[in-house]
């Protein structure tokens, strides 16, 4: 699907996420979890090389990114884009931009929902003056405001302090109730456990998808770690 | 206290005042007789109105105009003096010479605007000489318009010198229509306890040329410096930009940052000069070149833009 150097980075990716379905990846560092993030978006250096990529009945393997985001994906970077200069407000509602204009009421609502202040972050820049926390919460913030058919997550979770966990469940949650399928892609079994299904992927390939709890237990106790073992991934699976 | 009033032809007020506008002023400002104000349109001074505690002197001269301005001793104008500087036809020379006093204790926020809408063959010189006396301040922000031609040399030249105590704040912006060629030379002389901040934020196109330098020589104890530049050039557009700080005294400090965007065909070289001769100076410099960040770009996309309002948004962040 994905070389680089003659490596191919993800080669057996087989995934289906249902419609408002959460769905969680799980896999070990370097599995391609990112890298199948950026395929899905498609990012420059990610094109899609083979096999389809079938959103809403329609391949777009061949669309830009920007043509995807308006089919309704959007992806929250692992780290996100410092933009010096550009307000709180403003990049809130550049994702807003297909639904309508946003009110200021739904800017403080998506500011709520990742636990920011409105009044204190609103008129900030998302720059270097916010810490790598903040700028996730607003990462997170901005694919709220956005409403899309497909929110893909990459680790959520790193990077915010783990009390907020539960807040990560919940608007992971409130983007299903509010009609988004979510791809979210961790390591925390809370999240996996509040999602719908998982997959497990190991050296660019989905293992296996299922019941989330069964996955990220079979991913604990039964994933050979990658770098003590020199044959093809399916060994890991004795 | 001084109250000039100049009128003349009323229709060179009227273009002024579009002029004004164009440049991102509010023309209002300049007809209210409760603020400070002065206006020049080409060699002639269109409004010169002092309020209490300011000195305006204005003296016409062949291609300009002489001004010279004093903040007295211990006054702090409460409300922003609004320059207004330009030449509405399309070609002319206009050469500002201006000096400036803030007396010790004063402080006084001015905010300039520069207007050449029209320009296909204008040169516009402004050579300040400025001293900021002890523990007075000014603020100076300058935003200049060229018009859509590029055929205008603008040529600002000044000389700060900072005494005891005293601040200078500065923000140099040219951002929408043409540069034309710009060759900005800001020279800082910094005493014990100083602080200046010097900005200067463009964007050039085409076949802009930007040159910029700036220097700042900390000769005091515990003189205080930053000189900022963000710069973003297109087509075929060059930048040069040169900024010196110069730590001479015990505990001063001085950082100078500059940050380049490249689109297109354009070159832009950037040169931090670090000079430190007293072993309990620290000045320190960053300088980055590069395209539009590419992780910006793409997330701005995946929220539903076009790369090129993308990178549009990114770059007008950068030189807000
Ligand atoms: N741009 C790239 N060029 C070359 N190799 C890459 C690039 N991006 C990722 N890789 C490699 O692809 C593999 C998967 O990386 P990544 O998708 O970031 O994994 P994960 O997100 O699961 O930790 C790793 O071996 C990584 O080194
Ligand atoms: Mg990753």
Redesign the interface.
Known sequence: MLSRDGKRILRGVNLEVGDQEIHSIIGANGAGKSTLAYTL?G??GYEHEEGSLIFDGEDIAKL???E???KG???A?QE???????KVRDYLA??A??NGDITEEELKDALKKVDLKPEKYLDR?VGEALSGGERKRIELA?IIT?RPKLAILDEPDSGIDVVSLKEIVALIQALKENGSSVLVITHREEIAAASDKASLMCEGAILRSGDPLEISEFFKNRCIPCDSRVSPPKAALQ | MTQITISTLSSEIEDMDAAYSAAGGDAAILHKHELASLVISGSKVLNANGTEGIVLETQETEHGVDVKMIIKKGYKIPLPVHLCFGLIPEDGLQEIKMNFVAEEDSAVELIAHCTFPNAMKVIHRMDAQMVIGKNASLKYTETHFHGPHGGIEVIPKANIKIEEGGSYYTNFSLVSGRVGYLEFDYTVEAKKDAVCELVTKVYGKKDDKIKILEKVSLNGENARSVIKSRLAITDDAVSEFRGITEGRAPRARGHVDCMEVIQGNAKAEAIPIVRVDNPLAKVTHEAAIGCVDKKEVETLMARGLEEDDAIDIIVKGMLA
């Open positions: 978006m990012l420059q830009s990114i920007t995807r985001a308006r994906i959007t992806l970077w996100p884009a410092r933009f010096e200069g550009l550049i994702g931009k297909g820049e901005s956005m």
